[in-house]
């Protein structure tokens, strides 16, 4: 079973539309204006809908409340408003092949975005910050679970003190200055 979408708040819709459009080259595909339920001065509420991939994969949503109990009163950052630290809550998304994942990569960096890379052994992961404060990444699968890993992931899911596997090393790319 599929996601179908995931929905989040926006302060500013116009930076986030920016941004999953140009950068992350999503795209809008349906806007709805709803009531805002249970507003008491005629709220309301804007639910932008975006492709992020063809011909028919998942969507990220994303609400822009227009009511005035709200206004300036709520974040938007995932983890770092819940007092973690900003990569435990984030959004993954699929980097299918090695070309796109090298795409992804040089248009973030031609946006001016610093990008963090790492090799997680399975998978290579690049990660970068919305307008929001939500970070975001693409993955790329480079091979599948072995038997042994997956024997080990129902021990680890209960083990009081699992074996800590090393960090490895991440790269960091700065957008060259123009």
């Known amino acids: 079973m599929g996601v179908h979408h995931i929905a989040l708040a926006t302060r500013d819709l116009a930076a986030t539309h920016r941004f999953y459009t140009q950068v992350m080259g999503f795209r809008l595909v349906k806007v709805m204006a709803v009531p805002y339920e249970g507003s008491r001065d005629g709220g309301w509420a804007r639910h932008a809908f975006y492709r992020t991939s063809e011909p028919e994969g998942p969507l990220l949503a994303f609400w822009d409340p227009h009511e005035a109990t709200l206004q300036g009163r709520f974040r938007t950052d995932l983890s770092t408003g819940l007092g973690l630290p900003v990569w435990m809550n984030h ?88």
């Open 91 to 178: 959004l993954a998304f699929d980097a299918p092949t090695t070309e796109f994942y090298g795409q992804a990569l040089a248009r973030w960096l031609s946006h001016g975005l610093e990008v963090t890379e790492a090799d997680h052994d399975f998978c290579r992961s690049i990660y970068t910050m919305d307008p929001n404060g939500i970070l975001v990444e693409f993955c790329q699968t480079l091979r599948a679970f072995s038997a042994e890993e997956v024997a080990d992931a129902e021990r680890s899911l209960f083990d009081p003190m699992p074996p800590l596997e090393l960090p490895r090393p991440v790269t960091v790319h700065r957008p060259q200055v123009r």
